[in-house]
């Protein structure tokens, strides 16, 4: 089936002042990337291909999940040209800082643990070069092989102190809940380097990580999507079950792309659980929601929509938006959302939360205006 390109005539643009965007796509060429493997992997590559595992799901968009008027003028991939990104986002909706979550979390699927160590190495030192030495206002995400928590924690030690990364990146498709000990190398490494550990749905079911949900696979995107809130609530027990906040009391968590307002009654059931079942985990001293409200964040894309304000205001509520969202806008996706439309119109002080203040507290990046060096 052909897929038309339409283009939409851009509203004027008015934002109330700026924003922090916590999930900014840039695209992370394979071709590119090789050039920063040892040579063996070079060598393999030419003879044998990538030898990566890839999505099993139709998705929508056009160029495998994009936006329609998200292709730079001269060509190339969506968010491939950083120019057309300011003009296009940054620039557009006055966005002080952008945290980029790449765009190929493939190797984070491979068998190959030391292959998986080196492409997640050279995703980073590409985004450095590529994409943070030219640009202050963008933020970068610490790419780790997370199904070896040693070579993780030894990339993050690498990288993990550079200015201009603020987060280690994960896929939420695993082989193991996050919460799992087998991880505390990673932790241990986060906090060491006051990171967060975010984890971006993608690669469920795909390559070594477990299946997209209990019941098995599931056959279409849509299914697909409607599963992952369901794998990144298997995390949000797991960190709170597991003690992990209990062992690593600064460690902060992101859940991303996941939806949001699922969450309110996942934590209604699990602190009547832990009220009634307390005794099996007597390591877990608050409730799940305490730890949630204290050590997890969310960003914002895609709000599930809901049928009222008042309904609205309640989830809000009920999730702890004013201390735990963050806006993210997932450029340039399909599902995009804009800064101007992602929201029903809020009261003052929880926009500046939300748009703002969440995600510079949690990234430690400057109050807004102050700190502001503008392109490289």
Same mark, same amino acid.
């Given at each position: 089936?052909?897929v038309?390109?339409?283009?939409?005539?851009e509203?004027?643009?008015?934002?109330k002042?700026?924003?922090?965007?916590?999930?900014?796509?840039?695209?992370?060429?394979?071709?590119?990337?090789?050039r920063y493997l040892p040579r063996?992997?070079r060598?393999?590559?030419?003879?044998?291909?990538w030898?990566?595992?890839g999505?099993?799901y139709?998705?929508?968009g056009?160029?495998v999940?994009?936006?329609?008027d998200?292709?730079?003028?001269?060509?190339?991939?969506p968010?491939?040209?950083l120019?057309?990104?300011?003009e296009?986002?940054?620039?557009r909706?006055?966005?002080d800082?952008?945290?980029?979550?790449g765009?190929d979390?493939s190797?984070?699927?491979s068998p190959?643990?030391?292959?998986?160590a080196?492409?997640?190495?050279?995703?980073?030192?590409?985004?450095?070069e590529?994409?943070?030495?030219?640009?202050s206002?963008?933020?970068?995400s610490v790419?780790i092989p997370?199904?070896?928590?040693?070579?993780?924690?030894k990339?993050i030690?690498?990288?993990g102190?550079?200015p201009?990364?603020v987060q280690v990146?994960?896929?939420?498709?695993?082989?193991?809940?996050?919460?799992?000990?087998?991880?505390?190398?990673?932790?241990?490494?986060c906090?060491e380097?006051?990171?967060?550990?975010?984890?971006?749905?993608l690669?469920?079911?795909?390559?070594?990580?477990?299946?997209?949900?209990?019941?098995?696979?599931?056959s279409?995107?849509?299914?697909?999507?409607?599963?992952?809130?369901?794998?990144?609530?298997?995390?949000?027990?797991?960190?709170?079950?597991?003690?992990v906040?209990?062992?690593f009391?600064t &460690?902060?968590?992101v859940l991303?792309?996941?939806?949001?307002?699922?969450?309110a009654?996942y934590?209604?059931?699990?602190?009547?659980d832990?009220?009634?079942l307390?005794f099996q985990?007597?390591?877990v001293k608050?409730?799940?929601?305490e730890?949630?409200?204290?050590n997890?964040?969310?960003?914002?894309q895609?709000l599930?929509?809901?049928?009222?304000p008042?309904t609205?205001?309640?989830?809000?509520?009920?999730v702890y938006?004013?201390?735990t969202l963050?806006?993210?806008?997932?450029?340039?996706?399909?599902?995009?959302d804009?800064?101007?439309?992602?929201?029903p119109?809020?009261?003052?002080s &929880?926009?500046?939360k939300?748009f703002?203040?969440?995600?510079?507290? &949690?990234?430690?990046?400057?109050?807004r205006g102050?700190?502001?060096e503008?392109?490289?």
């Amino acid at each position: 089936m052909e897929v038309t390109e339409v283009k939409i005539a851009e509203p004027k643009i008015k934002m109330k002042r700026s924003i922090i965007d916590v999930d900014i796509h840039n695209y992370t060429p394979l071709d590119e990337i090789k050039r920063y493997l040892p040579r063996a992997y070079r060598d393999q590559i030419d003879l044998w291909g990538w030898r990566l595992p890839g999505s099993l799901y139709l998705n929508g968009g056009v160029k495998v999940g994009q936006m329609t008027d998200s292709t730079p003028p001269g060509g190339g991939f969506p968010g491939s040209d950083l120019q057309f990104m300011r003009e296009q986002l940054l620039d557009r909706y006055q966005i002080d800082y952008g945290v980029l979550t790449g765009s190929d979390y493939s190797c984070q699927a491979s068998p190959d643990l030391d292959y998986a160590a080196a492409v997640s190495s050279a995703i980073n030192e590409y985004t450095l070069e590529h994409w943070l030495a030219k640009e202050s206002r963008l933020k970068g995400s610490v790419f780790i092989p997370k199904q070896d928590p040693l070579q993780s924690a030894k990339e993050i030690h690498r990288v993990g102190s550079h200015p201009d990364m603020v987060q280690v990146i994960v896929s939420s498709g695993a082989e193991k809940p996050y919460g799992h000990r087998y991880y505390h190398p990673i932790y241990e490494a986060c906090v060491e380097h006051n990171l967060p550990f975010t984890i971006h749905v993608l690669m469920e079911g795909v390559g070594i990580n477990g299946p997209n949900t209990g019941a098995g696979y599931v056959s279409y995107y849509p299914e697909y999507r409607a599963s992952r809130p369901m794998v990144m609530a298997a995390h949000l027990a797991s960190f709170i079950y597991e003690g992990v906040f209990e062992k690593f009391p600064t &460690l902060k968590v992101v859940l991303q792309e996941a939806g949001v307002f699922w969450i309110a009654p996942y934590l209604w059931k699990m602190d009547e659980d832990w009220k009634a079942l307390r005794f099996q985990t007597p390591w877990v001293k608050k409730k799940p929601s305490e730890y949630f409200r204290s050590n997890v964040r969310v960003s914002s894309q895609p709000l599930e929509p809901t049928p009222n304000p008042e309904t609205f205001n309640q989830m809000m509520n009920s999730v702890y938006a004013n201390e735990t969202l963050m806006f993210c806008s997932d450029y340039p996706h399909w599902d995009f959302d804009s800064p101007l439309r992602a929201f029903p119109k809020l009261e003052d002080s &929880l926009w500046e939360k939300i748009f703002y203040q969440n995600a510079a507290d &949690l990234y430690s990046l400057p109050a807004r205006g102050a700190g502001k060096e503008g392109a490289r």
